[in-house]
């Protein structure tokens, strides 16, 4: 079983919100185990992209067939069809609704 979540830097956890998590393309990583110093480094690596009024969140997911943990940089899109179009545009296999905790695929591959 897969698992994950979505933290916003001055937020905090967004589960529960009236959105949509949608991966950005090229700032994700993949990490066997997660530790410390896999989370301080995607910080670091990102610090500007997570500061400011519109900053991202960050994304976090067990892939339940490699058991690789990834991270990404993610935007909180309110609009289900503009989350879509924006996962298609950025690659990505699927969307996350983080009000009803469901994977929504985007019917594109996902290119990383």
């Given at each position: 079983?897969?698992?994950g979540a979505t933290v916003h830097p001055t937020q905090g956890n967004q589960a529960g919100v009236d959105a949509f998590a949608v991966g950005q393309q090229g700032f994700g990583q993949e990490s066997h185990r997660?530790?410390?110093q896999d989370i301080l480094g995607f910080l670091a690596?990102?610090?500007k992209k997570l500061k400011g009024p519109n900053s991202n969140a960050i994304g976090t997911y067990l892939d339940p067939q490699t058991q690789q943990w990834l991270f990404d940089l993610v935007q909180l899109i309110p609009s289900y069809n503009d989350a879509l179009?924006?996962?298609q545009r950025n690659n990505q296999d699927s969307i996350y609704d983080l009000n009803d905790e469901r994977v929504i695929p985007t019917?594109?591959?996902n290119r990383r």
């Open positions: 079983m897969g698992g997660l530790t410390n690596k990102n610090r179009l924006a996962g019917k594109g591959p």
